[in-house]
Structures are given as C-alpha cells and as structure tokens.
C-alpha cells in the first residue's frame, strides 16, 4: 500500500458536507466514487477538515492508501478526469509517509468566510458568500474579535451536535477586513475547531457590525459558556477551508 496527501478544492453547495452521508452526496463519497473508476477497488479517503453541508475548500487536505503505486501527477490528472463534472479538483498529489494523517497530523486550520453587505442581491456571488443588506462596521467587529483570540471554553460557540471531548480551543487569529467596496473577509486560524465554530463566532460579530452588540456583549456571551448566548449562526455558503498545516 502507498499512502497519498492531496489538495483539494470544492465548491460545496451540491453536498451534504465532506463526510459520507447517507442523505445526500458528499465530497468524501465523490472522491471515493473517483478512485473506484481508476480500478483502486474501494478506498476510504480521510480529510483534514469535516466540512458542512454548502462549506467551500480551496485547500482540503486529504490522504488515501492505494494498492498500486501511481506517479503523484499521473495521479493527479486522472482523479480530475474521472471528478468531473463534479466541483472538485485536486490541486496537488504527492506520496506520503505512511504515518501521515490528513486529519491528525494536522498543526493548523485556516479558514476564511466572506460577507457581502449591499443593498442587491447576490448574483455571481450566490452561494459564495453571506448576503447582509445593510453596511457593517468592519473595523468594529475586528476590534470584537480579538476578544475570542486566545485560549477559551468557546462552549457558547459550539454545535449542541459537536463530538468534541472539550470546548477548551485556543484560538490563534481572528482578523476582520474590508477588502472590497462592499466585501468583509473575516479569517480564523487554530490548531483546530469545534464544530460550527467558526460560523457562530461570525454570526456574533456580524452582529457588533450592526450596532446590535457591543464588545461586551461578546465578552458576556464567551464567558456565559452557553450556547442560547451565541447569535444566529452564520450561514454556511460564505465559509471556505482554506489551508492545513503540517
């Protein structure tokens, strides 16, 4: 067996999410669908980061134990050739040491999620990002958001479904941005998350944006430790695994 990392991207909208599900497509199961059609036989691809339903990657990690050696780009252009047309490609291949694993091996997680506040509404960017109709203090809600840089129970923060042991996570970033006339980039980095993290941290700030809360508000809410304090959760379509570290 000879043990493969991969890069890859996916527009997540058709999906259930990475993990094979069995209400609906995931990514997991399109790649594995690919590598059935190379004549693999039946593997089990793992990945970095268990995406949700309508989550993007530009940079998902994955690894896969194949019982034929492959040339890594060989690899590569056969996988996107048997993906489409799926949105996902694999943007690089390469062998790994058979004790890599995407998802443990893993010293970093970047995510980015994207908001678009204009009055229109979403055409080219439907499904790529959070519309919000009314113009949001960007430099507010990156003030905010330094508050729940660091070492935290982020309980308020977490999915009531989350499978974590603990709600302790060092949060290593949490940076704000406007990067366009009416687009807010807000990037998230720690060794990992708990499940919908980074989303109802969003929806929280989203909400200092408004002059709905202010930073104390957010204060209170981290350490209430209780989720009925977390805003609404954001939606899924603006949020895009981004890279992992190794």
């Known amino acids: 067996m000879t043990r493969y990392k991969l890069t890859v991207e996916y527009d997540g909208t058709p999906y259930c999410g990475f993990q094979r599900q069995a209400n609906g497509p995931s990514v997991q199961g399109t790649l594995e ?8 036989g039946f593997v089990t691809v793992r990945g970095a980061g268990r995406t949700d339903t309508g989550v993007h990657a530009t940079g998902q990690v ?50 980015l999620y994207r908001i678009v ?33 660091g070492h ?17 996570k060092t949060l290593d970033r949490l940076d704000v941005t406007r990067a366009g006339e009416d687009l807010i980039e807000i990037r998230a980095s720690a060794r990992s998350f708990l499940h919908n993290q ?5 929806g929280s700030i989203k909400l200092i944006g408004e002059g709905k ?15 009925t304090a977390c805003g609404a959760v954001a939606p899924s379509a603006g949020l895009y695994l981004g890279k992992v570290d190794y």
């Open 33 to 40: 669908d690919a590598f059935e059609k190379l004549k693999a």
């Open 62 to 111: 994955i690894h896969v134990d194949l019982p034929r050696d492959w040339p890594a780009s060989k690899l590569m252009d056969a996988l996107n050739f048997h993906l489409q047309p799926a949105p996902i490609a694999i943007l690089a291949a390469e062998i790994a040491d058979p004790a890599f694993d995407a998802r443990f091996s893993a010293k970093g997680r970047h995510y």
């Open 117 to 149: 506040d204009r009055r229109a509404p979403l055409a080219v960017e439907a499904n790529r990002a959070w519309h919000v109709k009314t113009r949001l203090d960007a430099e507010a809600m990156d003030r905010a958001a330094k508050i729940l840089v």
């Open 152 to 168: 935290h129970d982020f309980t308020t923060f977490r999915s009531t479904h989350c499978q974590s042991k603990s709600p302790l």
């Open 198 to 202: 980074v989303r109802s941290m969003v």
């Open 213 to 227: 809360w202010d930073e104390d508000r957010l204060r209170a809410a981290l350490a209430a430790a209780d989720r």
